[in-house]
């Protein structure tokens, strides 16, 4: 027969030799973040080409509550105006950088992976509310330049955007305001040094090029040829900087161009330089519109041969593996733009030309 206190006595020490080795296993594992212990679900970006739906606003952003249906919204890619580089109001207080963190971390489409975030960048046109412009701001019609202006600025928007002015993107001075930052004075608002860099600051996935077709211009054509410079090449070039000044800085940085499809015309290495291509108004557009009413702004129907002319030069761009977006502007004709869109593998946003808020004409199968 046993001893009942040696039997107990057994039995605690073979519980403690248990409860240690438990311990020591429980301190070996590793910790693991679950959904359950954080306060924000982390998701996976998408890649350019697994996007399905995009959405674009470059006004209105600083309004009550735009941020946040932004936020709310499942567009898999958003391109945003950068907002704080507007120096013409309040707005360069805006905490851009906060709004893109923010955006980043709200869920696409498939409420598997994130928003990317383009920022908005007009590469050939110089704007006067930028927070590069130092210069004097008024040059009425009829009258000259006015002398304190540069020298790569060369004349009034063509499609009457008012503080627009084309400029030749081949001049050192307007590149290093654009890409380099070498020369550039923010003061009293801030420590700026380039678009580009300030674009990449605030964390956004890439750039969005605007007014890539200022090659066609007649006033640049004319600047061109008096440097002895070929403004297609120079805008191929610029564009190359852009992305070698930003992939040397973030090596996943996207690269999308607005418009000028032509220019893979006798260019087509630009289908290794970018990302995506966006074309505007393919099927619909309209006229340069402040107010989300104008009836202007939307439903004028483009040409048919400019048309099936785009849809050629997209359809390159497809066939040499750059992603293609259009942009429609368009109410009525809403459905039939995204259908025509989808029928030639593009992807479509439709909208009005003020660009100051989500669609109210979203596209079928978004959420």
């Not at 039997?7 to 296993?25: D, N």
């Not at 709200?106 to 994130?114: I, L, N, Y």
Request: proline share 6%; glycine share 6%.
């Amino acid at each position: 027969m046993k001893d009942k206190n040696t039997f107990t006595a057994h039995r605690w020490a073979v519980f403690s030799v248990l409860l240690v080795v438990s311990i020591v296993q429980l301190l070996a594992i590793k910790p693991v973040q679950t959904d359950a212990l954080s306060d924000t679900q982390v998701y996976p970006p998408f890649t350019l080409p697994e996007v399905s739906y995009w959405a674009y606003q470059l006004q209105g952003i600083t309004e009550p509550h735009a941020v946040d249906r932004l936020a709310e919204s499942r567009y898999d890619l958003l391109v945003l105006e950068p907002t704080r580089t507007d120096w013409s109001s309040d707005d360069r207080e805006f905490d851009t950088h906060a709004m893109v963190e923010r955006l980043k971390s709200t869920p696409a489409s498939d409420g598997e992976h994130r928003k990317l975030v383009l920022a908005y960048l007009d590469i050939g046109e110089a704007e006067d509310w930028r927070w590069y412009w130092t210069w004097s701001i008024k040059w009425d019609s009829g009258d000259p330049m006015p002398d304190d202006w540069p020298d790569f600025i060369l004349a009034r928007d063509p499609d009457g955007w008012e503080g627009d002015y084309p400029v030749a993107n081949w001049n050192p001075d307007w590149q290093d305001i654009i890409i380099y930052g070498e020369n550039q004075d923010s003061d009293p608002y801030g420590d700026y040094s380039s678009a580009m860099d300030e674009i990449i600051a605030d964390g956004f996935d890439g750039v969005y090029l605007d007014w890539v077709e200022g090659y066609e211009n007649s006033d640049i054509i004319r600047d061109a040829r008096s440097d002895n410079v070929d403004p297609v090449t120079e805008m191929v070039e610029f564009i190359r900087k852009i992305r070698d000044y930003a992939i040397s800085r973030n090596p996943d940085f996207l690269i999308v161009q607005q418009n000028a499809a032509t220019l893979i015309d006798g260019h087509p290495e630009i289908t290794e330089i970018i990302d995506g291509i966006a074309q505007e108004g393919v099927w619909f557009t309209g006229d340069a519109a402040d107010s989300w009413n104008d009836r202007n702004g939307y439903d004028l129907i483009t040409d048919p041969d400019l048309s099936r002319e785009y849809i050629d030069w997209l359809n390159l761009y497809r066939a040499n593996g750059v992603t293609v977006f259009v942009c429609e502007y368009a109410v009525d004709f809403a459905d039939e733009a995204y259908d025509r869109a989808c029928e030639n593998g593009f992807i479509p946003y439709v909208t009005r030309t003020p660009l100051d808020r989500l669609t109210t004409t979203p596209p079928p199968g978004l959420d």
